[in-house]
């Protein structure tokens, strides 16, 4: 497992520094983007739960009117949130949102598989998550990912359904007990493939 451990962290370091080199064009042109139609940041930092139960600062493109964006997080967003701009909705529909996670993952706060990070206390289903899912924090016992099994899975977007919260942290649960660099590597193929369909992201 130590081995293990020690190359996903290096492959993690090699796939987002060379992902950040080579979509830097696409980079700035969704920063631009997002400048052209509102005010505010080009990026989105809310604090999330990581390996460890350790917080840290999360990056993503910011996708919503700057006075209307809930930084706690744990107001969901959900289809048709009028809190989304234009941009916002593309962004979010294509996940080019998510790209400069690839910046957490560099430095260590993320990795390209692992459990999806979540705010403090987020909710699921009208209450607190580690109170509606017993075994919760296991799934703090690997870094965060970009994707992960629940996300491979298809269990994506808001957790207003009880069945569908408590599934995905069995997932997650299952892959830090699965963990191995197969198993990254079949999620990884298996989110492209979903991405190539179209991807479920709001």
């Known amino acids: 497992m130590p081995v293990q451990l020690a190359i996903k962290r290096l492959i993690d370091i090699t796939v987002s520094l060379l992902a950040l080199v080579f979509l830097a064009p696409v980079l700035l042109l969704v920063a631009l983007a997002i400048k052209l139609e509102s005010r505010g940041p080009v990026l989105f930092r809310q604090m999330r739960t990581g390996l460890n139960e350790v917080p840290f600062e999360i990056l993503k493109f910011r996708s919503m009117y700057t006075d209307r964006g809930d930084s706690t997080g744990v107001m969901q967003t959900v289809d048709g949130d009028p809190r989304v701009t234009r941009v916002g909705r593309f962004l979010r529909k294509t996940n080019l949102d998510e790209l400069p996670q690839l910046i957490n993952v560099l430095i260590g706060d993320m990795s390209l598989v692992g459990p999806r990070p979540h705010v403090p206390d987020m909710l699921a289903a009208g209450r607190v998550y580690s109170d509606l899912v017993q075994g919760y924090e296991y799934r703090h016992l690997m870094r965060p990912g970009l994707t992960g099994l629940a996300q491979a899975r298809g269990l994506r977007g808001p957790t207003v359904q009880r069945w569908k919260a408590i599934r ?30 179209g991807g479920t992201g709001f």
Do not use: Q
């Not at 995905?168 to 007990?177: A, G, K, L, T, W």
């Open 168 to 197: 995905r942290i069995v997932c997650d649960v299952e892959y830090v007990r699965r963990f191995s660099l197969m198993l990254d590597l079949k999620i990884v193929l298996r989110t492209i493939a979903n991405e190539l369909r």
